[in-house]
T-cell receptor, first 113, second 108 residues
Framework: EAQVTQNPRYLITVTGKKLTVTCSQNMNHEYMSWYRQDPGLGLRQIYYSMNVEVTDKGDVPEGYKVSRKEKRNFPLILESPSPNQTSLYFC????????????FGPGTRLTVL | KNEVEQSPQNLTAQEGEFITINCSYSVGISALHWLQQHPGGGIVSLFMLSSGKKKHGRLIATINIQEKHSSLHITASHPRDSAVYICAFHQGAQKLVFGQGTRLTINP
């Protein structure tokens, strides 16, 4: 089944404890992206990747890192999480950029205490 | 002022009604997406369009690039259409800018 998976789905952590949210797709897509969704602010793009080893900032990259060492994986790294990073996170992928259908992962609900 | 404005923010209708959700944006764009977010949180892409009209089942999306406006229509609405509908436009080549979403509730 073609899908985008994220892990974990739910996470409660404490300020400063490094964490990684994984994202994997099995559709051989070149484009992958991370978004966060907050009440009143909607969805906002964090980082995106056009292909392996090619990443770029979205609108809200501060406090996040990404890497794209393999085509299928695009992990989101929070080196020192803070409470303002409490949010619902979505990973998405598409065949080639934004002119193709976007496939979203199920979301990761992160709480930073 | 947000670059993308959706209206209405909330919409409640009876089953069978014709639904229209609007999306206006303030910058020149090349394409726009319509997304559906289910009550459980999952997001599904409905349409990507850069001109004219697209139809899929009971859903129709239109866009007028010059007037900076797009609409999503649902014909013969059904309670399973209850969701949040989000428009998003391309900023540059590879960034998406999202609207706030329209929460649609269809009562049986």
């Amino acid at each position: 089944e073609a899908q985008v998976t994220q892990n974990p789905r739910y996470l409660i952590t404490v300020t400063g404890k490094k964490l990684t949210v994984t994202c994997s797709q099995n559709m051989n897509h070149e484009y992958m992206s991370w978004y966060r969704q907050d009440p009143g602010l909607g969805l906002r793009q964090i980082y995106y990747s056009m292909n392996v080893e090619v990443t770029d900032k979205g609108d809200v990259p501060e406090g996040y890192k990404v890497s794209r060492k393999e085509k299928r994986n695009f992990p989101l790294i929070l080196e020192s999480p803070s409470p303002n990073q409490t949010s619902l996170y979505f990973c998405a992928s598409s065949r080639q950029g934004l002119y193709n259908e976007q496939f979203f992962g199920p979301g990761t609900r992160l709480t930073v205490l | 002022k947000n670059e993308v404005e959706q209206s209405p923010q909330n919409l409640t209708a009876q089953e069978g009604e014709f639904i229209t959700i609007n999306c206006s944006y303030s910058v020149g764009i090349s394409a726009l997406h319509w997304l559906q977010q289910h009550p459980g949180g999952g997001i599904v892409s409905l349409f990507m369009l850069s001109s004219g009209k697209k139809k899929h089942g009971r859903l129709i999306a239109t866009i007028n690039i010059q007037e900076k406006h797009s609409s999503l229509h649902i014909t013969a609405s059904h309670p399973r259409d209850s969701a949040v509908y989000i428009c998003a436009f391309h900023q540059g080549a590879q960034k998406l800018v999202f609207g706030q979403g329209t929460r649609l509730t269809i009562n049986p």
